[in-house]
């Protein structure tokens, strides 16, 4: 089987969370990198990843190449890879508002791309990724491969390129939504006497929980929903209160705006 050597142009957080990944997996797969930062770049090392100086020299005989950086780095760099990347490699794209086809303007039409969508508990191994590949050739152990990068840090799904704005609406932006319901849950608790870490405890290892239910019992989150709420008790109150206040249509809203945001990107 082909031994990959993958390429991490950048190495900070989600970088850096997926390299550790990849050496969960633990196919043998060759990992460099390159940041500008001098604490990635060690922080990278220490996962196992060999460090390079510069973009050029990290994308020499890469197989897959991942662009880890911030949007808006992400022509300045292309300028510079368009003229290193192989030309028979992979080009992973996380970035919002980069469509396959405009990576393809800049980085040659015969470049074969995939849009990736981590979310950021990735960095516990916990997350949810998404990824599209180009209409070009890619046989099962390539595709493995790119698998294989987000699989150590969670969960990975493949869809149509498409789907990839919808994707970001929910799995990339909703962890923010579970952090401020967590808060919430957090500052009831302590307002009720439990001490605030304790509440934080409490409320996470809750939904984590929940969310594991859905995951693995097969049951439509409102039969979960109705196990727990008895007739005349103390949940349905709960529920009836979260109605009332518009909870579920505040969720429904808030992933709509982060889509047409996303749109207009």
């Known amino acids: 089987m082909k031994q990959y050597t993958i390429s991490f142009i950048g190495a900070g957080n ?9 050496m969960k997996v633990n196919k043998g797969y060759l990992v460099k990198a390159y940041d500008i930062s001098a604490q990635a770049c060690e922080k990278a090392r220490g996962y196992g990843a060999i460090i390079c100086q510069s973009i050029p020299e990290v994308a020499a005989h890469a197989d897959i190449i991942f662009m880890a950086i911030k949007p808006q780095y992400y022509n300045e760099v292309l ?3 368009k003229t290193a990347v192989p030309k028979e490699a992979i080009v992973i794209s996380p970035a919002p508002g980069f469509a396959i086809e405009s990576l393809k303007e800049q980085l040659g039409e015969d470049q074969r791309i995939v849009r990736a969508m981590p979310n950021t508990p990735a960095l516990v191994g916990e997350g949810m990724s998404a990824v ?8 099962q152990d390539d595709k493995e491969a790119v698998m294989d990068i987000f699989r150590g840090a969670g ?11 919808s994707v970001m609406a929910l799995s990339g932006c909703a962890p923010a939504y579970g952090y401020i ?6 500052d009831i608790g302590t307002a009720l006497g439990l001490p605030r ?5 409490l409320a996470a290892q809750t939904l984590l929980g929940a969310s594991k239910m859905v995951l693995e019992s097969g049951k439509h989150p409102g039969e979960l929903k109705d196990m727990v709420c008895t007739p005349g008790g103390t949940t349905i109150q709960g529920v009836m209160a979260l109605e009332e206040s518009g909870f ?16 207009e990107l």
């Open 14 to 22: 989600i970088g850096g969370a997926l390299i550790q990944a990849i």
């Open 79 to 81: 300028q510079e890879l």
């Open 132 to 139: 599209a590949f180009s209409h070009d050739t890619f046989p």
């Open 155 to 165: 969960h990975v799904i493949e869809v149509r390129e498409e789907m990839m704005d």
């Open 181 to 186: 319901f967590i808060e919430a849950l957090g």
């Open 197 to 201: 870490a304790m509440s934080y405890e």
């Open 248 to 263: 579920r249509n505040a969720i429904i809203q808030a992933v709509a705006a982060t889509y047409r945001k996303a749109k």
